[in-house]
C-alpha cells in the first residue's frame, strides 16, 4: 500500500490549502483515515481523522472551525481542506490509513503513512 500527499505549499496567514492523499495498492475502502503534522522540534500530532465511510470526522481544538477532513472510497483518496490557515499551522502534514473502519487520534492506530507534504504558513 502507497499513500501519495500531494498540496501542501507556501501560503500567507489567512490563506487556504487543501491537501490529497491518494492510497494505492491492496487496500481496502472499509478503513478510516487520518492526518498528521509534525513542525520542527515538536512531536508529531492528530489534526484530523474521518471513518470509512466519512459521515463521522473529528478535529485538533487547534484546527477546528478551520480544517475539513473528507474521501472519497471510490478513489481511496482523502482530502483537507485548511482554511484561514495560521504561521502556527506550519509544518510536514501525513496522511495515514487506519487499522479499521472507524476513527482514531493515536498514531499508533494507523497502519499505512504518506511521505508528507510540507506546509508553510508566512505571517
Known amino acids: 500500500v502507497q499513500l501519495q500527499a500531494s498540496g501542501g505549499g507556501l501560503v500567507q496567514a489567512g490563506g487556504s490549502l487543501r491537501l490529497s492523499c491518494a492510497a494505492s495498492g491492496r487496500l481496502s475502502s472499509n478503513n478510516g483515515m487520518g492526518w498528521f503534522r509534525q513542525a520542527p522540534g515538536k512531536e508529531r500530532e492528530f489534526v484530523s481523522t474521518?471513518?470509512?465511510?466519512?459521515?463521522?470526522?473529528y478535529y485538533a481544538e487547534s484546527v477546528k472551525g478551520r480544517f475539513t477532513i473528507s474521501r472519497d472510497r471510490a478513489k481511496n483518496t482523502v482530502y483537507l481542506q485548511m482554511n484561514s490557515l495560521e504561521p502556527e499551522d506550519t509544518a510536514v502534514y501525513y496522511c495515514?490509513?487506519?487499522?479499521?473502519?472507524?476513527?482514531?487520534?493515536?498514531?499508533?492506530?494507523?497502519?499505512?503513512w504518506g511521505q508528507g507534504t510540507q506546509v508553510t504558513v508566512s505571517s
Open positions: 474521518t471513518n470509512w465511510t466519512g459521515g463521522t470526522t
Open positions: 495515514a490509513v487506519a487499522l479499521r473502519a472507524g476513527t482514531s487520534r493515536s498514531p499508533g492506530d494507523y497502519r499505512y
